[in-house]
């Protein structure tokens, strides 16, 4: 079965800063990769997600880069800020299957 | 607010009893699924139903059943519970096929004492 790899677990910024949290999937018919923010005790919620077809795809500070070949992709946040503390999850999904998450990523925006 | 609703919020159990978890869909999602989050690990799949019907099936456990009804609520049962059940179980609903996005319910907060 399809099998998601995140990295880093953890990720301490300063407000302003970049971050960027990559992940690895081994299934080759996966097509379609969200990514979700999850804040302590409440629900993951969608942040951004891409098809297998597009490459990169942006909204506001936060972008999504994917690689077909490398099986790989990657969320980059921009100028962040601490209201972007959260942890976050990237998944994987072939068409029609069930999402696979990745561990997850602590990140910390500190003041 | 994603559409998606669970009950109760919070329940606290002894262990060998049984629970029911409820979800309800966003309106006019055909697909839910539930998912176990515990304190030292991620999201973990148990269940897809799809209109009625078992779709895929993850790591759930022969204790633990689920099932979605007619009007697409769906209801995960779990028996003969166990300390290690403690977790955070949440339920997300998708429109099924094309319409993939999965928008995920508030969860339900299970503590087995």
């Known amino acids: 079965g399809e099998n998601v790899e995140q990295h880093p677990s953890t990720l301490s910024v300063q407000e302003g800063d970049s971050a960027v949290i990559k992940c690895t999937y081994s299934d080759s018919a996966s097509n379609y990769f969200p990514w979700y923010k999850q804040e302590l005790g409440k629900r993951p919620q969608l942040i951004i997600d891409?098809?297998?077809?597009?490459g990169e795809k942006k909204d506001q500070r936060i972008a999504v880069t994917l690689n077909k070949t490398a099986k790989h992709f990657s969320l980059h946040i921009t100028e962040t800020q601490p209201e972007d503390s959260a942890v976050y999850f990237c998944?994987?999904?072939?068409?029609?299957?069930?999402?696979?998450f990745g561990q997850g990523t602590i990140l910390t925006v500190h003041p | 607010d994603s559409g998606v609703t669970q009950t109760p919020k919070h329940l606290i159990t002894a262990t060998g009893q049984r629970v029911t978890l409820r979800c309800s869909p966003r309106s006019g999602d055909l697909s839910v699924y539930w998912y176990q989050q515990s304190l030292d690990q991620g999201l973990q799949f148990l269940i897809q139903?799809?209109?009625?019907?078992?779709?895929a099936k993850g790591n759930i456990l022969e204790r633990f059943s689920a099932q979605q009804f007619p009007d697409l609520h769906s209801e995960l049962n779990l028996s003969s519970l166990e300390l290690g059940d403690s977790a955070l179980y949440f339920c997300a609903s998708s429109g099924g096929g094309a319409r993939e996005t999965q928008y995920f319910g508030p969860g339900t907060r299970l503590l087995v004492l």
């Open positions: 998944a994987a999904r072939a068409r029609y299957g069930k999402l696979t």
């Open positions: 891409i098809r297998s077809n597009v």
């Open positions: 139903y799809y209109n009625g019907e078992e779709r």
